[in-house]
C-alpha cells in the first residue's frame, strides 16, 4: 500500500526545502541545520551527481527526516531513487508509467503538471498530490484557486517561482498542502559551508 505525500508532508513544516546538493559533504550538516529549524520533510534533486549518494546516506544516518527525490524523469531514476532510500519521489512532469511503477512499489509520487488533462492522469492513478511546476509560468495562485472546485480531492505542492515573498499566498489556499522552496539553500552558502546563514533563512520561515 502505498502511504500518501499527504501524510508524509505532515511530518514538518508546509515549506518543503527543494535542494540541489554541489556536494556530499554538505548533506548531513544541511540536513541538521534544517532540521534543528523544523523541517524535516527535504527533497534532494537528482540535478547534480551526489543526489542519489545524498539520499542513501541522509535516509541510513537522520532516520527521524523525510527523505525524497526530486527532478524524477524517467523509469530508471525512480528505480535508482528507491533504491537509495528515497520515502518519495518528485517528477518535473506525469508519466502514467511512473505513477503506476511507483504505486507497485509503494512509493509516493508527486507528478508535475500544468494543466487540467495531467492532473486528470495524477486522480485516475490514484494520487492525492500533484505538483504545479513551474508553478509561477502555470499560472500560479490563480490556477490552483481555479482547480479546487473541478478537483476537490487533489491538492497542490506548488515550486518554481515560489519565493520567500510569496509563499504564504500559495499556503493560504486550502488545496495547497506544501509548497518547494529553493530559496533556502542558496548554493554559494552550501559550497562555503555557511549554515549559520542558511539557519537565519530557514527561521525566517
Same mark, same amino acid.
Given at each position: 500500500?502505498?502511504?500518501?505525500?499527504?501524510?508524509?508532508?505532515?511530518?514538518?513544516?508546509?515549506?518543503?526545502?527543494?535542494?540541489?546538493?554541489?556536494?556530499?559533504?554538505?548533506?548531513?550538516?544541511?540536513?541538521?541545520?534544517?532540521?534543528?529549524?523544523?523541517?524535516?520533510?527535504?527533497?534532494?534533486?537528482?540535478?547534480?551527481?551526489?543526489?542519489?549518494?545524498?539520499?542513501?546516506?541522509?535516509?541510513?544516518?537522520?532516520?527521524?527526516?523525510?527523505?525524497?527525490?526530486?527532478?524524477?524523469?524517467?523509469?530508471?531514476?525512480?528505480?535508482?531513487?528507491?533504491?537509495?532510500?528515497?520515502?518519495?519521489?518528485?517528477?518535473? #512532469?506525469? =508519466?502514467? &508509467?511512473?505513477?503506476?511503477? *511507483?504505486?507497485?512499489? /509503494?512509493?509516493?509520487?508527486?507528478?508535475?503538471? @500544468?494543466?487540467?488533462?495531467?492532473?486528470?492522469?495524477?486522480?485516475?492513478? #490514484?494520487? =492525492?498530490? &500533484?505538483?504545479?511546476?513551474? *508553478?509561477?509560468?502555470? /499560472?500560479?495562485?490563480?490556477?490552483?484557486?481555479? @482547480?479546487?472546485?473541478?478537483?476537490?480531492?487533489?491538492?497542490?505542492?506548488?515550486?518554481?517561482?515560489?519565493?520567500?515573498?510569496?509563499?504564504?499566498?500559495?499556503?493560504?489556499?486550502?488545496?495547497?498542502?506544501?509548497?518547494?522552496?529553493?530559496?533556502?539553500?542558496?548554493?554559494?552558502?552550501?559550497?562555503?559551508?555557511?549554515?549559520?546563514?542558511?539557519?537565519?533563512?530557514?527561521?525566517?520561515?
Amino acid at each position: 500500500m502505498t502511504i500518501s505525500f499527504q501524510e508524509l508532508a505532515s511530518a514538518g513544516k508546509s515549506i518543503v526545502p527543494v535542494i540541489a546538493l554541489p556536494s556530499l559533504d554538505c548533506a548531513q550538516p544541511l540536513a541538521d541545520t534544517l532540521s534543528s529549524c523544523g523541517f524535516h520533510v527535504l527533497e534532494i534533486t537528482l540535478r547534480t551527481d551526489c543526489a542519489l549518494e545524498a539520499i542513501k546516506l541522509l535516509s541510513d544516518t537522520r532516520p527521524d527526516l523525510v527523505i525524497g527525490a526530486g527532478t524524477v524523469k524517467n523509469s530508471g531514476q525512480l528505480t535508482q531513487a528507491i533504491a537509495a532510500g528515497a520515502q518519495f519521489v518528485v517528477s518535473p #512532469g506525469t =508519466d502514467a &508509467v511512473m505513477i503506476e511503477q *511507483a504505486n507497485n512499489q /509503494g512509493v509516493a509520487l508527486v507528478p508535475g503538471v @500544468m494543466t487540467p488533462s495531467e492532473i486528470m492522469i495524477a486522480e485516475n492513478h #490514484g494520487l =492525492d498530490t &500533484v505538483k504545479l511546476f513551474p *508553478a509561477a509560468l502555470a /499560472g500560479g495562485t490563480d490556477f490552483i484557486s481555479a @482547480m479546487s472546485a473541478i478537483f476537490p480531492t487533489i491538492k497542490f505542492f506548488p515550486t518554481g517561482g515560489v519565493s520567500e515573498d510569496n509563499v504564504n499566498q500559495y499556503l493560504s489556499l486550502p488545496n495547497v498542502v506544501c509548497a518547494g522552496g529553493t530559496w533556502l539553500t542558496p548554493k554559494s552558502l552550501m559550497e562555503k559551508g555557511h549554515w549559520d546563514k542558511i539557519h537565519e533563512i530557514a527561521q525566517r520561515c
